[in-house]
């Protein structure tokens, strides 16, 4: 007979005993897999298996993106992207920590985008691009479907004849699979966006250098971008190039950390004279200046970590930041987002809009929260502002 060694699988995927279940849940969705090996230190001492923790954990997350790697065409990819709404609001419901919500749902809205891509381009454009995405995307920080953030690093050899053509109908299709535009129009269909290797790397150039808002978005931008489909090693390079054009003397932090200062304290939770509440921009108050804040930070300290969690962690571990304070920012994130999501689960649950427009998205009520949601909203505005 053969030896069995032609056919064994070599590189395996592990995970360490003391992890959570939603780890090796996510892991498991990133990898297309279906077991882990479980080590203890440097030595194997098991497997968990999808079921085990599907059993455990009555989600569904494998399916979707099982169909979602599956899908042939778009609409069979649009079918396949709907249980995601079902699948958040079961495990807000289940109160599962909306730390770990975030990342499951980021790594499928990631497969989600790069699966569109994917089935628009042919193998040669694979290939000669690198798709990216952008902010909260990059990040991992997209619970619900919002507005698109997207990238593409073009190999300077692709020949792509129908590039814009092909660019616009991909942005047209991540609209209708519930992702709009980013305001500033942070598409793969703006030709800002969609350069070559060259013009990327004399584009950061120019940003490190300028002085402008822009700039500093842009930068912030590049610093939290994932690529999802094609060819990484496109981008590996214009990551390491960025970081080692940005200047780092003082005058680079203070304008670098500005935005995160503008926009200021949050209105009051309520009109003057009455308790009907009214709508708080939580993202623009809270979320922002906690992400560009931590960011920049991170960016200072020499972190190459690209979400607000690890560089948070990153920060207390590094003594950058006191350890109270770090727990503070974390809390408060978290709560935050909890409070961003069950609103938004809330307006699907109510069709008010299907997907959750962006004037809504990041919107909390007041008027609907109780006084414990209320202290805590509070609470998390305090720690961001201090």
């Not at 942005?171 to 990327?200: I, K």
Request: aromatic letters at 6%.
């Amino acid at each position: 007979g053969d030896p069995v060694g032609a056919i064994a699988t070599w590189n395996l995927i592990t995970i360490n005993e003391g992890e959570f279940l939603f780890d090796a849940l996510i892991k498991m969705t990133r990898h297309g897999i279906e077991r882990l090996v479980v080590m203890a230190d440097a030595t194997p001492v098991g497997l968990v298996e999808m079921s085990d923790i599907l059993g455990f954990l009555s989600s569904h997350s494998h399916v979707i993106a099982l169909r979602v790697d599956a899908a042939k065409d778009f609409s069979a990819l649009t079918s396949a992207s709907t249980g995601i709404f079902e699948l958040a609001r079961s495990l807000f419901a289940q109160r599962v920590s909306v730390r770990f919500i975030m990342d499951l749902l980021a790594e499928l809205h990631r497969r989600i985008v790069a699966r569109n891509y994917q089935l628009l381009a042919s193998e040669e454009t694979l290939a000669g691009t690198c798709l990216l995405v952008l902010g909260s995307e990059g990040r991992g920080e997209q619970v619900m479907r919002t507005d698109q953030s997207n990238a593409l690093v073009i190999s300077p050899e692709l020949v792509w004849p129908d590039r814009q053509a092909q660019l616009e109908e991909f942005t047209r299709r991540t609209q209708q699979l519930g992702y709009p535009p980013s305001p500033r129009r942070m598409v793969v269909s703006n030709p800002d966006w969609s350069m070559g290797a060259d013009q990327w790397a004399i584009r950061l150039k120019q940003w490190a250098q300028a002085e402008t808002s822009d700039a500093v978005l842009g930068i912030s931008a590049f610093l939290d971008a994932t690529p999802v489909a094609g060819r990484a090693g496109l981008f590996e390079p214009l990551d390491a190039l960025l970081a080692d054009i940005l200047p780092r003397e003082s005058g680079f932090w203070q304008r670098f950390v500005q935005p995160a200062l503008e926009p200021g304290a949050p209105p009051q939770f309520f009109e003057s004279g009455t308790r009907n509440g009214r709508e708080i921009d939580v993202k623009r108050f809270g979320l922002f200046p906690l992400v560009h804040g931590a960011r920049t930070l991170a960016l200072e300290a020499g972190l190459s970590a690209s979400n607000t969690f690890r560089r948070l962690e990153g920060l207390k571990e590094s003594g950058s930041i006191d350890g109270g304070l770090a727990d503070d920012l974390v809390e408060a994130f978290l709560v935050l987002n909890q409070l961003r999501l069950a609103q938004q689960l809330r307006r699907l649950e109510d069709k008010e809009a299907t997907p959750v427009s962006a004037d809504l998205a990041n919107t909390v009520h007041t008027g609907t929260l109780s006084s414990g949601d209320m202290s805590l909203l509070r609470e998390a505005f305090r720690a961001v502002r201090g």
